[in-house]
């Protein structure tokens, strides 16, 4: 039987890494028996001493890394609770700077106004368009007016700054894009100077008005209302106010009446309004006079055929 023998220089690359894991895995192996041997015959203060180093070791080793990676950001979810009284607080301290307030050549308070699209909104009950105007808001700040364009149907002016006001401009006022509701909680201003904020709800909505709970001298002329968001809702005029003093226009006709300012169209279609709602208004009279025709000749009738019967009953 021949024994084969190998040299370590007739080894391959793949044999003599396989030989190396050997002998490491062997050495790694015989390394560990004799310490597990000499930790069991060693004293207990060298024991507790090897332990200590082994611990500190790999507590330096796991901190290491932490150390290198940057603090990752903590991100705590909390749920705030906003009330909406509070919101409305703060939506009029919002807008309030923003309010305008008319007043003619003799100082006299004319209407509440708001600036939207380059223009300044109003009521048209007391205005003309041959008189001068400014326009004030509580920073004390002063705009001259300039005519624009009036609707006849809702009662609404626009005015433009003057030139010499073109440097400067009043904060804007949204109006609202959005349904309003039934029950849902408005508030306006109630004093030229802006400094009376009153609340209310809707409690009807007929055709393009808004009816809110509100004592009649609380409204003046061109009286602004808003939601809770700080965005215009609806206006007080002459038009509405002659429907019911607690009628406003809806923001919805409002903002067609400004986009449409240079469109004079618009006032043609205020006038066929006009007349339909005239029309509208007039036919229920019609109908109480058709009524009361109706009913006098049944009156007739029943008249002539009793005193056909009486007749009947005498012969």
Known sequence: ??????????LNKSQFILLVLLVSFVTSIATGIVTVSLMEKA???????????????VEKVQDEPQKNKEPKEKIIEKTIIVKEGDLIA?????????????????????????????????????TSKDKKYIAKNTKGEIFNLKFKKSSQNRALVLFELEENDAGKKPSEIKISQGQTKLG???????SARADKVLQSIISSKPDSYLELQAQKESILPGTLVFDSK???????????????????IQASAVDAFVKNANKPEADNQDKTDTNQNKDSASQPSQNAQQASVIDSQTNENANNSSNQAQGNTNN
């Open 230 to 248: 700080g965005e215009l809702v609806a206006i007080s005029t002459q038009a509405s106010r002659g429907v019911k003093y607690n009628y406003f």
């Open 43 to 57: 004293p207990k203060d060298v024991v507790r001493v090897v332990q200590r180093v082994v611990e500190r070791t």
């Open 184 to 190: 849902q909680t408005l508030f306006y201003f109630a």
């Open 90 to 126: 703060e939506k009029i301290a919002e807008l309030r700077p923003k309010i305008l307030s008319i007043y003619d050549d003799e100082d006299n308070f004319v209407s509440f106004a708001f600036y939207n699209n380059s223009y300044i909104v109003a009521d048209s009950s007391n």
């Open 1 to 10: 039987m021949k024994i084969m023998s190998m040299d370590i220089d007739d």
